[in-house]
């Protein structure tokens, strides 16, 4: 798991375009919002953690064909499923490597866009909390649909449809946790279930991906 | 010992190759010959254990195996078509990545021999992005010389490679049956290997219809 990790988190980062592209298009429409919308401190409170989290989600989109696309075509993922070591490990490690490189910046960066849509202190430290718990769920959740569509054609569109639903309950948490400490309530129930939600991922999803991945290669 | 019992593939509705038996011991090489598209790659895919056979079965060391069973995962070295180098690594984090998926634990040392005995020293620290195909597919060629694996399984293994690499290869799968391993190859040119070792299969094409 460590060595499929490091691999794929020297890989991202010696392709810096990519890693760049999608953090770019994460900064540049978050702060394009407070642009299209009014000005008003208000408004922009109520939109803030909704904007955020919902484009958060869309990087973490745009950026799943780099898990499993560029190993399927250029052979590596055969070797790693020829590979005596047992498979799911080895896709854990590449999962924790796309949220290390995606998740992790858009968590991180998210209090200093979250200025921007003047939210305060204890909520924008909620944003981050819940990006945090939330964001690898997503790079799961995303990794099945990565694996169920390697191999066919128009893979893009099919992993935007198969994966968005099964995004919206940790938008819906995400989102509500910091909703609720703008409301002057406590998060924990929220930040609770996105945190059984990322434990029962974390239990489940290796096998499912390995499953899905000896299927794409037979 | 790889054998297979009445094997059958098929594509769409034609049929490759059917009622195959094939017997492979230690020490043989097994060299595949036939026309484009007459399912050699499919068959070498099948004895990997990548692919499921339409019908019959493969056996290793006597014992049924279905695909990615852990029994052949632990003997087999697949050189497909694919090159399974990152643009983005150097030839030697390239060949690192290699031992390591086999679990064959090895020197730094040893990787920086195998570079230079198939003539990549040069090489070494140059991402594979920038390697011409022969010399990306000698990266391929020092991954055998450094595996310990019982079973190889070469696809095409001569494509872009020059006339020494082709000497080169001959030996190394000379030294490989000389020591009890077992290859199964596919190729259109012949090899510069012992005749004695050496057996071939010729797959003509369509054996049946229906």
Known sequence: MGWALARDVRIALRSKGELGVELLFYVIVVSLFPLATS???????????GVLWTIALLASLLSLSRLFAADFRDGTLEQIA?????????????????????????ALLAPLLGAQYALDGPVLATLMGSLLLGTPILSLIGAVGAALTLGTRGSGSLLALLVLPLYAPVLIFGA??????????????????????????????????????????? | MLETHRLAARRGYAWLFADLDLCVAPGEVLVVTGPNGSGKTTLLRILAGLALPTEGEVRWQGERVGPFDARLRECVAFNGHLPALKDELTAEENLRAWTTLEAN?????????????????????????????????????????????????LDEPLTALDHAAIDSLGALLDAHAEGGGLCVLASHQSLPIAASRTRSLALAGAARAD
């Open chain 1, 176 to 218: 509500g946790a910091v909703d609720a400490v703008r409301a002057g309530m406590s998060a924990a129930p929220h930040l609770s279930l996105l945190g059984a939600g990322l434990l029962l991922a974390i239990v489940a999803v290796p096998f499912a991906v390995a499953a899905a991945v000896r299927i794409a290669l037979d």
């Open chain 1, 82 to 106: 020829l590979s005596p070591r047992p498979l799911a490990a080895l896709v854990s490690g590449k999962m924790m490597a796309h949220w290390l490189t995606t998740g992790l910046p858009v």
């Open chain 2, 105 to 153: 634990l090895l020197t730094p040392h040893a990787l920086v021999d195998a570079l230079d005995a198939v003539g990549l020293s040069a090489q070494r620290a140059l991402p594979a992005r920038i390697l011409s195909q022969g010399q990306r597919r000698r990266i391929g060629l020092a991954r055998l010389r450094l595996s310990r694996r019982v079973l190889w399984i």
């Open chain 1, 39 to 49: 000005p008003s401190r208000e408004t922009l409170a109520t939109l803030g953690p």
